[in-house]
């Protein structure tokens, strides 16, 4: 891994040994040459491992013996510029503490600088344009060390020793803060800006931030008037916004924080955690409404350390932000500085920026924790584009994933670099920045694909956007089935550790799939390996009116269930009350004649359907928004004996007596919390059946959970532990996100494998 102050550290080893000798870098590894007494040099080889630097990662060693040369000293020798070039780019980091103390201490030359960083610490992935990782192939290419930063530089003995975005006040990137309004007038330079910045924030400001990875928008998370603003501006009713909060005591104010979810906060990567927000959590009631988890962040860079603390001498300041990501719902993230004027202006009040180019736009990841350990929600920033290792090698492939929460996936020989979030390919912007990064993937690990996969669903933009590309490059498409690459994207990850090449019984559920019959998939239960599949069982079809309405309005996944069901459309019932007479009866004809229906087994709406029947929001805003409303009352509630589908012999999985003991408990009045935690107990207790069933006529002992509906960790939970009282081995997604974030690693699996 190159960036990572790796031949520093060889250097201090060699030399500490009195051993002579050189280490350099290669485009797909690091080659030292040490010669000395024979006991030295296996003393070298040793804590060559045991030592390593925080943030190295050793994939292999080779050991070549060579004759004596007889020289003399140790030194760093040029980079060589190699044909491939597959050595791994690292992920962002967060600062480290060094150099936050640099920051904090008004004595240091760095002092109140936003773009401290050392070679255990900083920006990486979103800065480097090509591969050696040297300071020119990097967006600091442009900024010319000033004699101080030149002489840590060049000091082996320093911790800034080849830290290629190495950088200081007199040399490096500096802040202008810049009006967007009348009211606000001038810009300000340095740390003018910042202080000025904390200032519009504190009078209740909204702020477009300029990070390493793209643009946020900031305000006071505490007040609620703020980020209504905010939420109308940015033309988001709902969903939640991600705090910024400056340390975890702070944290633990707003939402509970276990050990798991503490040493989340912390990773280097500094993701966004979900955790359960308080009930008197002291902050805005409207920053994640009607949601019982709140996404939590710890600064990431000094920048965003800096905002939120006192200045020097007191002044304004809020010590907890809102921080979402720098763009229209729905579009990518902004990185350019005359872009985001042109695209924020209208949303912020002032703009934070900097004069260093964001080279690859990098979303903030998102991670819940299960079982003791992340779970991905969205990979992105401090984890792209660090590499799954794959057990199996697979030919040079480029997968282009789904069309909502897309990556793409570049994979080659032991290696699948998975992108960083790029969003949902509804529109031009975001197509384009998944065209960008595909180009930059390419050229960074210099691969040229062999083979394109895609999702077999024919209306989706990847699909077309990956059989055009197949066909510029002459080389052939595969079209892999949305679940069997859910599926296989669980498999590609379990490297190592348990060894899983498959078949596993996959339990894919999720919103949405295109499957071979044409009908919906999304209650899925497969044999699957990275070759093949097969579906062993499925919910039953229900016909569901097509079109967006059905996803953004649960009531009407109920009203089809219960249609589906034979149950009446009694007007006690929420989503039936929620139903205009005049779309009740669109919707009967629609049913009763199947036009404009598509038969769908997808566990989403199913979720959909009970939280109506539960009195959860008819209508939502975001996707999944309904089953995270009904997961969070089932855990306000606690575990319940649950209703009971209805699994016959020919593997359909019937929901029907499922939605007529939910519709009776909400009759009777049974509470919201109580038919939630009924339903989660049900869903888990058929996942066991049929898992026990599948594997009878099997003989497979491995179950897979995967597809956006584990996103839900009470689901998921009392899944594993059923399964695993039933004698499976469960396996869960650690990697890449059960979503459709995670498809395409999948799809590169198994249109790469032999
Ligand atoms: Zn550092
Ligand atoms: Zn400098
Ligand atoms: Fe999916």
Redesign the pocket.
């Known amino acids: 891994m190159q960036g990572v102050g790796f031949r520093p550290f060889v250097h201090g080893l060699a030399t500490g040994l009195g051993l002579a000798g050189f280490v350099r870098n290669d485009s797909d590894s690091v080659f030292v040459e040490v010669e000395g007494a024979i006991d030295r040099v296996a003393k070298f080889s040793e804590r060559l491992l045991s030592d390593l630097p925080p943030l190295a990662i050793v994939e292999s060693v080779e050991i070549i013996d060579l004759a004596v040369s007889d020289d003399h000293g140790f030194v760093i020798v040029e980079s060589r510029r190699g044909a491939t070039a597959s050595t791994l780019v690292p992920a962002d980091v967060a600062t480290c503490d060094d150099c936050l103390a640099e920051v904090g201490d008004p004595d240091d030359?760095r002092y109140r600088y936003p773009f401290t960083n050392c070679t255990n610490c900083g920006p990486r992935f979103t800065i480097i344009t090509g591969l050696p990782y040297d300071r020119p192939a990097t967006t600091m290419a442009g900024f010319t060390?000033?004699?101080?930063?030149?002489r840590e530089y060049h000091d082996p003995t320093n911790r800034r020793f080849h830290a290629q975005p190495?950088?200081?006040?007199?040399?490096?990137p500096c802040l202008t803060l810049v009006s967007t309004t009348t009211s606000m007038n001038g810009s300000h330079m340095g740390d003018a800006a910042l202080l000025r910045a904390q200032q519009i924030l504190a009078a209740g400001g909204i702020v477009a931030v300029k990070g390493v990875g793209g643009f946020h928008l900031a305000c006071d998370a505490r007040d609620p008037d703020t980020v209504r603003r905010l939420r109308s501006r940015k033309g988001r009713a709902d969903k939640p916004f991600a705090l910024l909060a400056p340390d975890v005591a702070s944290v633990e104010q707003i939402a509970r924080v276990g050990p798991a979810e503490n040493a989340a906060l912390h990773s280097r990567a500094r993701p966004i955690v979900l955790l359960t927000r308080l009930t008197n959590a002291a902050v805005a009631h409207n920053v994640a409404p009607r949601s019982s988890l709140v996404g939590v962040m710890l600064p990431s860079t000094p920048l965003h350390q800096l905002l939120l603390h006192a200045p020097p001498g007191g002044g304004p300041f809020c010590d907890l932000l809102v921080m979402t990501s720098g763009n229209l719902t729905d579009e990518p993230i902004a990185v350019d500085n005359d872009e985001a004027l042109e695209r924020l202006g209208a949303l912020a009040d002032a703009m934070l920026l900097h004069d260093r180019a964001v080279h690859l736009p990098c979303d903030d990841s998102v991670v819940r924790c299960f079982r003791g350990a992340e779970l991905p929600i969205r990979r992105s920033r401090g984890y792209a584009p660090l590499p799954v290792r794959l057990d199996a090698p697979v030919r040079p492939v480029l997968a282009v994933g789904g069309e909502v929460k897309a990556t793409f996936s570049l994979a080659n020989g032991h290696h699948a670099w998975v992108s960083q979030h790029v969003g949902d390919m509804g529109n031009l912007e975001t197509i384009q920045a998944f065209e960008r990064s595909v180009q930059r993937f390419r050229n960074v690990y210099a691969t040229s694909p062999e083979v394109v996969a895609c999702d077999a669903h024919p209306g989706y933009y990847s699909a077309r956007w990956a059989a055009a590309e197949a066909a510029r490059l002459g080389v052939p498409l595969v079209r892999v089935q949305h679940h069997h690459a859910h599926v296989a994207s669980l498999l590609a990850e379990q490297t190592g550790a348990t060894g899983v090449t498959g078949p596993i019984i996959g339990i894919a559920f999720d919103g949405t799939g295109y499957g071979p019959d044409g009908a919906i998939w999304g209650g899925e239960v497969l044999v699957a390996d990275l070759a093949t599949f097969r579906r062993a069982a499925h919910l039953r079809y229900v016909p569901l009116p097509g079109g967006d309405a059905t996803i953004t309005r649960p009531y009407r996944a109920a009203l089809a269930h219960l249609h589906a069901a034979g149950i009446a459309w009694d007007d006690r019932l929420a989503p039936v009350a929620a139903c205009s007479a005049v779309e009740r009866a669109v919707l009967l004809r629609q049913f009763s004649t199947g036009f404009g229906c598509v038969a769908s087994s997808s566990m989403g709406r199913l979720f959909d359907a009970v939280a109506a029947l539960a009195g959860c929001s008819p209508v939502v805003t975001y996707e999944a928004q309904a089953a995270m409303e009904l997961e969070a009352l089932a855990t306000a509630h606690g575990p319940e004996d649950g209703y009971r589908f209805d699994t016959g012999p020919d593997g359909i999985i019937d929901a029907a007596p499922v939605l007529a003991a939910a519709a009776a408990d909400a009759i009777a009045g049974i509470s919201a919390g109580r038919i939630a935690a009924r339903f989660h107990d049900a869903v888990a207790e058929m996942i066991a059946g049929v898992a026990s069933d599948v594997g009878a006529k099997t003989g497979l002992t491995t179950v897979g959970l995967t597809g956006g509906v584990f996103q839900n960790v009470v689901l998921s939970e009392l899944a594993a532990a059923r399964l695993e009282e039933a004698g499976f081995t469960v396996l869960v997604h650690r990697k890449v996100p059960p979503n459709d974030g995670g498809l395409s690693l999948g799809q590169a699996v198994i249109a790469g494998r032999g």
């Open positions: 030359r060390m000033c004699p101080a930063c030149d190495n950088a200081c006040p007199e040399c490096g």
